[in-house]
């Protein structure tokens, strides 16, 4: 009788992730990856699930339903909040499967889970679609089409902004892929803290390759290659995301420690006249000195404080004769 084959490396490593255990960042719990759709984001989800679980999703949708019991919008603001994409081509596979559940007269509580298998299926059966973060959904990309013709066809756009982006990006690049790259190194830009001169042309190298996944991909080509690599550079340039959110979330919870941030960080300016002396200390002493100063029969800018600042209640004799009582 033949032994049985050992498992390969690739079939173990399978194995070791189908246990593996994940964090929910929404319901807080840990739970095994079989409760995970599959990652809409590899490039930050590096284990290949997302970050909330099923349940989560379905319970975020339930609650968009509740409220304004139209499924395209319910899947629309789910995807928004979850970070995947919404296809209208995927929505409308979803229409088609409810529709024939519900004339079979039955019911469904995992719209949503439907929804990320038609998004599947979708990619699969259209070379077209390949990215599957919100940001990738159809409305989003028809917005950002729109912007980037309208800029494209601007005589200053073409004057200053593609010169600008030649000098960073190369001479050779066309102008869709110049538009590309900047949005990329931009999207890094606003999630990785990029210092020094190193860290920026690391991150340029990580945009073009990138877009040597987008074009690829779009051929059929099979890009885990590239992939890898891109997570190889990240590792090995350890980028770290930015603190600067959760930093002055920390520092700005009362007012005394803005105060305190701002004394410590901000330069010094002269104080406005209208809130040097808001409490009227300064007139109160000079009054004081004022009211010792005519005692001594003296007349100056202190006494003028003094009769400002006692005028309503101070009594002029000379006028009360003649008066009753008096």
């Not at 629309?76 to 296809?87: I, Q």
């Not at 901000?266 to 200390?281: G, L, W």
């Amino acid at each position: 009788m033949p032994r049985p084959k050992k498992p390969s490396t690739l079939q173990k490593e399978k194995i070791i992730r189908n246990n593996e255990d994940i964090y929910c960042r929404k319901c807080q719990k840990t739970m095994n990856n079989s409760n995970f759709y599959e990652a809409t984001n590899p490039m930050l989800d590096s284990n290949g699930f997302m970050s909330i679980c099923k349940t989560c999703c379905h319970s975020i949708y339930d609650g968009y339903f509740s409220v304004n019991n139209n499924i395209e919008n319910s899947i629309y603001l789910t995807c928004r909040d979850v970070d995947v994409c919404f296809n209208k081509l995927a929505f409308k596979s979803l229409q088609t499967q409810i529709e024939s559940i519900l004339a079979k007269g039955k019911t469904t509580d995992k719209t949503f889970g439907l929804y990320k298998s038609k998004l599947g299926s979708t990619a699969k059966a259209s070379n077209g679609l390949i990215d599957f973060r919100f940001k990738d959904s159809d409305d989003i990309i028809e917005q950002v089409n729109a912007i980037n013709e309208k800029l494209l066809n601007s005589d200053e756009f073409e004057s200053v902004e593609i010169e600008y982006l030649r000098n960073k990006w190369g001479n050779t690049l066309p102008v869709d892929d110049l538009s590309y790259l900047e949005q990329k190194y931009n999207e890094w830009y606003d999630n990785y803290d990029i210092q020094g001169k190193a860290m920026e042309l690391l991150v340029q190298q990580l945009c073009f390759e990138e877009l040597f996944v987008y074009k690829e991909r779009q051929t059929g080509e099979d890009v885990s290659k590239r992939l890898k690599s891109i997570q190889d550079m990240m590792k090995s340039s350890k980028l770290s995301p930015r603190q600067e959110t959760a930093s002055e979330q920390a520092e700005f919870q009362t007012i005394s420690e803005f105060i305190k941030k701002v004394e410590q960080t901000k330069p010094f300016v002269k104080t406005n006249p209208e809130f040097a002396d808001p409490d009227n200390f300064k007139s109160m002493w000079k009054s004081m000195t004022g009211a010792i100063k005519r005692t001594a029969g003296k007349q100056d800018e202190d006494t003028q404080v003094f009769d400002e600042y006692f005028k309503d209640s101070t009594m002029d004799l000379t006028n009360l004769s003649g008066k009753e009582g008096l």
